[in-house]
């Protein structure tokens, strides 16, 4: 089974969906979709004394701009496993460049963490989560002598557009 691939599409809306975690809140370790087999594979540990500030990984079915599954940061009261699903709905979405590479970040709430499902826009979340998150994509590869740059912060209604547009380019890519 290929993840990004065969998850059913009805778990795949742009105000409701299924992630798929690659990274736990916390870890050094990069790991990424290896896109042939569907499983994790280690890029690299960070160059960096920086960590992951939230849950990251991707949403299947999701077709991004930089021909990745559409990147995702999940905020949860836990540290979440590789490789689980999450069931998410998006708050708002960080538009960054990575090595002059247009590079979204959508940021979701798991609908079943009584700490997070209040939030529902980032700007209720408070400044410092916001703060750890800008700085961290801001840093994260810098001793690599790669350039990132925060470009935007935008509403939940804004992330669910890229959303809803990744899901098309899905469709459109893998499935004609």
């Known amino acids: 089974m290929n993840i990004w691939h065969n998850i059913s599409p009805k778990r795949i809306h742009a105000d409701d969906f299924c992630a798929v975690i690659e ?9 990424e979709l290896d896109k042939e087999t569907g499983l994790l594979l280690m890029d690299r540990v960070l160059y960096t004394s920086t960590h992951y500030p939230a849950n990251y ?3 299947p079915r999701t077709y991004a701009s930089d021909k990745d599954p559409l990147d995702v940061l999940i905020l949860s009261s836990e540290d979440i496993q590789s490789l689980s699903l999450v069931r998410c ?3 708002g979405v960080i538009i960054m460049t990575d090595n002059g590479m247009k590079d979204e970040k959508i940021i979701a709430i798991p609908f079943n963490d009584p700490n997070y499902n209040s ?9 410092h989560i916001f703060d750890e998150m800008t700085h961290f994509f801001s840093v994260y590869k810098q001793l690599e002598g790669k350039v990132t740059a925060i470009d935007e912060m935008k509403g939940s209604e804004d992330a669910k557009e890229i959303i809803q547009t990744c899901i098309d ?3 459109n890519k893998f499935c004609k």
Do not use: R
């Not at 990274?23 to 790991?31: D, F, L, N, R």
């Not at 826009?121 to 408070?126: A, G, K, R, T």
């Open 23 to 31: 990274i736990p809140k916390g870890c050094k370790i990069k790991y």
């Open 119 to 127: 939030y529902h826009d980032i700007n209720e979340l408070p400044k």
């Open 89 to 91: 709905y998006a708050i």
């Open 57 to 59: 990984g991707f949403i």
């Open 169 to 171: 380019n899905y469709l």
